[in-house]
């Protein structure tokens, strides 16, 4: 099967080692503290609802002027390298002094060096990895991507479940140092990774026509999981009382994390990538109504799935589309879609604001972004159809 070749060839990629092995360390370390974040804030220092919502909205935007202010310089750049070099190191700064927050104040100051420059990491690796996948993993180097973005997403998962046994017997600050580990592998493996002058690549990439429609429709979509993402853990611990829980139910996903990402990838190259982003975005608004019943935990598990195959496609083959719009300027065009993730974090953060506490209630929110997400997408595909059946070459078939 080419699929299982192209795989394993994947794995082959010469140089590419330090690079697959970085992101996946980078994820275990995300993964060991994603999910006890908000918890830690609330129950280890002891902050607000609001102050938790400030300390990530501040550390967001400047996360967010970095990201696309080096994404439109970084494609003048011949070596990329330096800015996840420099970015991995604020990151170990900040995170130390997150580690020693006792108040309001000191948490601000560590998760602004944590996450402000944490956008170009995945930004400008992203555009690493693919002018490197274009010279060296031509035939296949869109997989190629997305099977990194799955390395990560595996890693994450991974570091999910060492989260929530680290925290069973070493509480939150086995969780934190969990996190600063996994700075230090990526850090050590970029130190590692050999940059090439790779010259220009975009004869190789078949571009996409720029859509502000879609964009705007990917925003909501990851304004939904941002929501998702910062909430469900506190809905889950308030609902069932252990917060471990919550990282268990996020590593239910790793099982079908690889085979979606795969199957999504394909999917999209043979059927197109619009159509599968609208199918995904189905399967989340199916989620976040079952959240939003308030449902037992098997349920919650049981719909994980769904979710997975969502994610699945709007971090793997909705990457590679919004590259494809900028691919003759691949650090802008990564550093884009991670602006855009990050727009949609703050919007995450902040719409919760309307419903009260930390009730199941809140997952009507992304519901209904998801759905006007899928009115634009439907109103995008209806208009390329329209166009289809009235090209003459349409006619004379």
Avoid at 277 to 292: D, E, M, R, W
Wanted: aromatic share 14%.
């Amino acid at each position: 099967m080419k699929w299982w070749a192209d795989l394993l060839a994947f794995f082959r990629i010469r140089g590419a080692k330090p690079l697959i092995i970085g992101m996946f360390a980078y994820g275990i370390g995300m993964g060991i503290l994603a999910p006890m974040n908000a918890v830690y804030m609330r129950d280890g220092i002891g902050l607000s609802k609001w102050e938790i919502t400030s300390i990530f909205s501040i550390a967001l935007v400047l996360n967010m002027i970095t990201t696309i202010a080096v994404g439109l310089i970084s494609d003048r750049m011949k070596r990329k390298k330096t800015l996840p070099v420099i970015a991995s190191m604020l990151c170990i700064v900040g995170l130390t002094i997150y580690m020693q927050a006792a108040d309001y104040s000191w948490a601000l100051a560590g998760m602004i060096f944590i996450v402000a420059p944490s956008g170009l990491i995945m930004g400008q690796l992203f555009a690493m990895a693919r002018n490197h996948f274009m010279k060296h993993a031509a035939d296949f180097f869109e997989m190629a991507q997305i099977w990194l973005r799955t390395t990560y997403s595996v890693g994450f998962f991974t570091g999910l479940l060492v989260g929530a046994n680290v925290y069973l017997f070493a509480d939150f600050i086995g969780i934190l140092w969990g996190n600063l580990l996994g700075y230090v592998l990526l850090l050590a493996l970029l130190l590692l990774f050999r940059e090439e002058d790779v010259g220009s690549t975009s004869q190789k990439s078949t571009g996409e026509p720029l859509s502000i429609i879609m964009l705007i429709a990917l925003l909501l979509l990851s304004c939904g999981d941002a929501l998702r993402g910062l909430y469900l853990p506190l809905v889950v611990v308030q609902k069932f009382k252990e917060p471990q829980l919550m990282s268990y139910l996020w590593s239910a996903q790793a099982i079908f994390e690889l085979l979606f990402m795969t199957l999504a990838g394909y999917w999209a190259a043979r059927y197109g990538s619009k159509k599968v982003i609208f199918i995904a975005s189905l399967c989340a608004l199916i989620v976040y109504t079952t959240y939003a019943l308030s449902p037992s935990l098997v349920i919650f598990f049981m719909v994980q799935p769904l979710y997975s195959f969502f994610v699945s496609v709007l971090y793997g083959v909705a990457m590679g589309y919004v590259q494809r719009m900028f691919h003759t300027r691949v650090g802008f065009g990564s550093s884009l879609y991670v602006f855009l993730s990050q727009t949609a974090s703050l919007v995450g953060y902040i719409l919760p604001f309307l419903v009260p506490g930390y009730q199941p209630a809140i997952f009507m929110i992304p519901a209904a972004l998801v759905v006007t997400s899928l009115i634009l997408m439907s109103i995008i595909l209806l208009r390329e159809k329209q166009i289809i059946s009235k090209s003459p070459l349409k006619h004379q078939s």
